[in-house]
């Protein structure tokens, strides 16, 4: 039965203000790469729910699974009793972990909840507070996971204190780092341990810090890799102070960049690594896994949750894992990824569009394509709706070329490009996200992209940029 009015009005009316969206529709079906909104239009989306539905939508394995899981048992709160799926989840699990002394399982719903148990362990097993993250992270918005996100104020903004006892380096970059475009990453990396000795030398002395948390590839702060050497100097840093390194992967892993998870490319062994969103393909689970010597410290009942490690979601889980190895998406990660680079490239170096594409980079399905302003722009709005806000905040008939803004090359650029080029895209059928307070857009495609679909938002995403520059 449909509510008493419009869908639409009744969503503007009765859903809280403090949500936004990139796309006014109402969303009614989703199949593989591509959603079905209440008007029938079809996009094809690059979204991925923000990296999370990895397979595409209703993956028929996945679904069934769920489905079948939903006719044997639902609920079996952790505190009551294990269930199995809960335990062929992490066995599935063992085996593609970064390292194999990760071996110590617990599930949670969301990212921001693991993040919040992940900080809580690593005071617990250091007996230390402090935490250092990075600038232009973004790890979640309870209070803890609030106080170490540094990607956009708006996430915590009038709501503090937050956590205390967070200090923050900058991430390996150099748009954060305000250093000359194309800067090497050997230097760049340089740079931010250096800013990691001070910091401990200045601010939060070893004895009182209890982790360092990174994301391998910074999603939220620009999808930006950081540098193998960045990973394993953090790493050192840890051995030498007997500090924990907390990793990041929930948006980063389960594939994502080609690798089972992206810390991997660096060799790094995370002391806890966080999961979820592509854990479950939209079945909300998140997990966080350590190593037993740490963890049967843990005191019992210290950890929990009411729906932590829910049964259907494990079930799908185990599912996801299954299709992952049996469709060989790793490889269509790799075949796709390539595909990708070369259309994005081919802009970046397309005379008529230089230097408007200042930089493309990623890894595997995790694509960030940054344009030429690389000043922070407070009218790009990750999840913000541009639609309603960016875009519309500017006169509707200013042409793109009439706001202009300094650009570290000396050229000149529209401004809001980011913006202006995904919501182009949307107008022509493909959702993309940008990201954070930079001129960034990010491609987050299915894993099991085909490549028809990839040529299709290569295209479109071709199409919207010149008729943004020109
Ligand atoms: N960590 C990272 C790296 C993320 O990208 C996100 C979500 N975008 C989170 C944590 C928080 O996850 P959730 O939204 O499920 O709480």
Request: net charge neutral; aromatic share 8%; glycine share 8%.
């Amino acid at each position: 039965s449909s509510p008493p009015e419009d869908l639409h009005d009744f969503g503007v009316k009765h859903v809280t203000k403090g949500l936004s969206r990139i796309t006014e529709g109402i969303m009614m079906k989703g199949e593989g790469s591509w959603v079905t909104y209440d008007d029938g239009r079809k996009y094809l989306d690059f979204t991925c729910g923000i990296g999370v539905t990895n397979l595409g939508h209703a993956h028929p394995k996945v679904s069934k699974a769920a489905a079948d899981q939903c006719m044997e048992l639902v609920h079996s709160q952790c505190s009551i009793s294990l269930h199995e799926p809960y335990l062929r989840l992490i066995e599935r699990l063992l085996p593609i972990m970064p390292d194999p002394s990760l071996d110590s399982f617990f599930f949670w719903n969301s990212g921001s909840e693991a993040v919040e148990a992940a900080i809580k362990m690593a005071r617990w097993f250091t007996k230390r507070q402090n935490i250092i993250c990075m600038q232009g992270a973004y790890h979640g918005r309870t209070f803890g996971a609030m106080a170490v996100t540094k990607s956009k104020t708006i996430y915590s903004a009038g709501t503090h204190p937050l956590m205390p006892g967070v200090f923050s380096i900058p991430y390996p970059y150099w748009h954060q780092s305000n250093m000359p475009v194309n800067t090497p990453t050997a230097v760049l990396s340089d740079n931010a341990l250096y800013q990691l000795d001070l910091l401990l030398a200045q601010q939060t002395a070893p004895a009182d810090t209890a982790a360092i948390i990174v994301e391998p590839v910074l999603g939220e702060g620009g999808y930006v890799p950081a540098p193998p050497e960045f990973l394993q100097g953090l790493r050192k840093v840890c051995n030498k102070h007997g500090i924990m390194l907390i990793v990041d992967e929930v948006q980063s892993g389960f594939g994502r960049t080609g690798n089972w998870f992206a810390v991997t490319e660096s060799g790094v062994k995370p002391d806890i690594l966080v999961i979820a969103k592509g854990l479950g393909n939209g079945f909300p689970i998140s997990g966080v896994v350590s190593r037993r010597e740490l963890t049967d410290k843990l005191k019992a009942g210290s950890m929990g949750g009411t729906y932590a490690g829910n049964a259907v979601s494990c079930a799908a889980a185990v599912a996801v894992n299954k299709v992952m190895v049996e469709e060989n998406i790793l490889e269509n990660v790799q075949l796709r990824s390539n595909e990708l680079f070369s259309a994005l490239n081919a802009l970046k170096y397309d005379p008529a569009l230089n230097p408007h594409i200042l930089d493309v980079r990623g890894r595997g399905l995790m694509v960030g394509v940054e344009f030429g302003s690389s000043s922070v722009s407070s009218h790009s709005h990750a999840h913000e709706p541009f639609t309603t806000h960016s875009a519309a905040s500017l006169p509707p008939d200013s042409p793109p070329h009439s706001q202009h803004s300094a650009h570290p090359s000396g050229a000149k650029h529209p401004q809001n490009m980011a913006s202006r080029v995904a919501k182009k895209c949307i107008e022509k059928g493909m959702l993309i996200l940008t990201t954070s307070v930079y001129e960034v857009i990010r491609f987050i495609p299915p894993l099991n992209v085909t490549k028809d679909d990839m040529k299709t938002g290569c295209q479109i995403f071709a199409e919207s940029v010149r008729e943004v520059v020109r």
